[in-house]
């Protein structure tokens, strides 16, 4: 008994920025989602074809099983701003999600990036290479700023790492020639550190975030069994992904010129005798 007293005084008088809440539980799942799928890029993908392994089936679920992590990662970083919201966060909580988001969203796909750019055949690997390093300062500077700068409630400024690093991952699973694919993942790079605003993942929109990742994951684990139509299934998923990628940017920019017309012509109209 004495020492169960010992043990809940030395909790209670532990500081309270080292006290971790549910919410910081599921970002720390995030973070470890993000390891493991650079585990197993390199596991089952570089380790297989430095030592000239001709294993193609282990390649193909050891890259499922990355982006499987990563969007599992994703839905730990979905639920742990919901749980913040509704329950205690700890102090630390925003500085636990920026580090967490940095591995799952950052070092994970850059990594991928800097993979294919050393196994697909027509790929160059040096400037893979720098494509990954833009990749990995992208989401690095938009954390950044994330945690300096104070937006309108309901509103990211630049495309959230969790979006950009499952389109990157999208781009490369196309299997698009080199050009296109670098350009591509360039340009999502871009977007994360643009101020094009997208919404949070709150109600509605958050259940569609959700429905959209574990039917995501269902294709990938198609395409990894090498079901019927698995390979047409997850291009068709990944294509859809790019796309939406690069339409909502779209819809932003015609959003914010209309209200800026709008607030023009309210000005006029207000100078009007």
Known sequence: MPEADEEK???EDMPLSMRLSIADTLTLGNATCGFMAVYFTTTGILIPHLTGSDESGMARHSAATAVILMLMAAIFDLFDGLVARKLRSSPMGAELDNLSDLISFGLAPAYFVLVYGMVA?????RVSALAAIVVLLAVVLRLARFSCV???????QGMPSP?????????????????????????????????????????????????????????????????????????????????????IPLFATARRVNTFRDNRREARAAQLP
């Open 9 to 11: 005084d030395s909790a």
């Open 121 to 125: 055949d027509d790929a160059h690997q």
């Open 150 to 156: 104070t937006l309108k409630d309901g509103m990211f």
């Open 163 to 247: 979006f950009g690093a499952l389109t990157v991952v999208s781009i490369v699973l196309l299997e698009l020639p080199f050009i296109p694919t670098l350009l591509a993942i360039i340009g999502v790079a871009w977007l994360m550190v643009s101020r094009v605003e997208y919404p949070k993942p709150r109600g509605i929109l958050a259940v569609a975030m959700l429905s959209w990742i574990v039917g995501a994951m269902g294709l990938l684990a198609a395409w990894a069994f090498d079901a019927p139509g698995g390979q047409l299934l997850l291009q068709t998923g990944c294509a859809l992904q790019v796309v939406l990628g690069a339409v």
